[in-house]
C-alpha cells in the first residue's frame, strides 16, 4: 500500500450497491466487513459470483469444488455503487492479480459505463430493462493505488465470521486458525491514515450517475 498517497473517506449517501467478483470468497476476503456497514445503514446489498470456484482448490476436484464452495459461500437491480475485483495487473509491490480478477473488474467497468445505453443491449429494452446510468461509483480491490477507505471497525468480527464459512477453501490455502490476524494485516494501515483503528482500502473510479464532480473528476470527501 502507498502510505504517502492520501486516500478519502468513501461518499456513502446512496442506497443501493452491487458486488460483482469472480469467486466465492472474494467478498469474504475483507469487504464482507465492509458489506456488514452499509447493510446495518439499511442500504441493499446485493452479491454476482461470476464462478462457482471449481477451479480453485488443487485437492478436491472441480465437480465436487462447485458444489462445497457455493454451499460456504450461501452460509456467509439497479446499483449507484458498484464494487468489483481489481482489473490492474498488481494488487501491491510483487503481488501478480490474477487473470479472472482483472477480467471481472474491467467487464464491470465497461458493463457499467455502457449500462445507460440503450442501443448496446437492445435485447433488454424487449425484457422491460430500461437503461440505467445512474452508477456513481465503481470500487476495486485489492486496490493497487488506493484512492478512497471507509471506516469498518465495528464489523471487523462479522467480516471475520463470514470468512471463517470458507473453512475448506481456507484449510487448501494453509491458512488454518483465526483469519483475523491476516484482515488485519492491511486493515490497520488503512485505519491508521483514516484516523481509526481498521479501514477497507479500494480504488474508485466514478460512473455516470456521479454528481458534482469537479473538472478534475474528483468528488468532496465526505464525512461520516
Not at 465503481?138 to 463470514?162: K, L, M, N, R, W
Not at 490476524?181 to 473510479?205: K, Q, T, W, Y
Request: hydrophobic share 40%.
Amino acid at each position: 500500500m502507498d502510505e504517502e498517497r492520501p486516500m478519502q473517506r468513501l461518499d456513502e449517501c446512496w442506497d443501493r450497491a452491487l458486488c460483482v467478483v469472480a469467486h466465492p470468497d472474494d467478498i469474504e476476503f475483507g469487504p464482507a466487513s465492509l458489506v456488514a456497514r452499509w447493510t446495518s445503514q439499511g442500504k441493499e446489498v446485493s452479491y454476482l459470483l461470476i464462478t462457482r470456484g471449481e477451479a480453485g482448490i488443487d485437492t478436491v476436484p472441480p465437480e465436487q469444488a462447485a458444489a462445497l464452495r457455493e454451499r460456504e459461500q450461501l452460509n456467509s437491480y439497479r446499483p449507484e455503487l458498484l464494487f468489483t475485483n481489481s482489473p490492474h495487473l498488481s494488487f501491491g509491490p510483487g503481488l501478480l492479480n490474477s487473470a479472472d480478477h482483472r477480467a471481472v473488474g474491467l467487464a464491470a467497468l465497461d458493463a457499467s459505463h455502457d449500462a445507460g445505453n440503450r442501443w448496446i443491449f437492445p435485447e433488454l429494452l424487449e425484457e422491460g430493462l430500461e437503461p440505467w446510468a445512474g452508477v456513481r461509483m465503481i470500487c476495486s480491490g485489492p486496490p493497487a493505488h488506493p484512492t478512497h477507505a471507509v471506516d469498518v471497525t465495528d464489523y471487523f468480527h462479522q467480516g471475520v465470521a463470514s470468512l471463517r464459512e470458507h473453512a475448506a477453501y481456507l484449510e487448501a490455502l494453509g491458512m488454518h486458525g483465526d483469519p483475523s490476524p491476516f484482515l488485519r494485516s492491511f486493515m490497520e494501515p488503512a485505519g491508521a491514515r483514516m484516523g481509526c483503528e481498521l479501514a477497507l482500502a479500494m480504488d474508485v473510479i466514478y460512473g455516470p450517475g456521479m454528481p458534482q464532480q469537479t473538472p478534475t473528476g474528483a468528488s468532496r470527501p465526505h464525512a461520516d
